[in-house]
């Protein structure tokens, strides 16, 4: 592996960090731990905080891109209760999937893609049809049915 000498491009690479919060809750958990692609799977080197009342959690940095990790708590290995998405790894269980965005703008299109469709108007409650969309309804704009993505 090449090592890059320029501490111009380090300093920049470091500036692209995305700050990331592991969150998990056990009461009856005694050490929680969080291991992935990002830590060469090395639980030892993301240990959570607790609370102390079973909410744990561990702040860090990432790269934006996609990873791939398990918690470890009490020692055994599971998937994120709170992740979206899982993926199944070579051991028979399942990896949870952790996106970082390259920017808050970049992470809300890319939750926004996940959501339904939702067309922002009322149906008439005796027909069951959709009110007919015209200048001054404040359901549309630019003469279209505004829609959003929730």
Request: aromatic letters at 8%.
């Amino acid at each position: 592996m090449k090592h890059n000498h320029n501490h111009d491009n380090a300093a920049a690479a470091e500036s692209q960090l995305v700050p990331v919060r592991f969150e998990f809750t056990d009461p009856t958990a005694t050490s929680v731990c969080v291991a992935g692609d990002f830590n060469h799977w090395q639980p030892e080197s993301k240990s959570l905080h607790t609370s102390g009342t079973g909410h744990w959690w561990k702040e860090t940095a990432l790269a934006p891109g996609t990873y791939e990790y398990c918690l470890v708590v009490d020692g055994k290995w599971m998937p994120d209760p709170q992740a979206a998405t899982t993926v199944p790894n070579p051991f028979g269980g399942r990896n949870s999937v952790l996106i970082v965005a390259a920017s808050p703008l970049a992470a809300h299109l890319a939750d926004a893609e996940k959501q339904p469709l939702i067309i922002d108007h009322f149906c008439d409650s005796s027909t069951g049809e959709l009110p007919t969309a015209d200048k001054t309804s404040p359901l549309t704009k630019n003469n279209q049915p505004i829609i959003k993505k929730t």
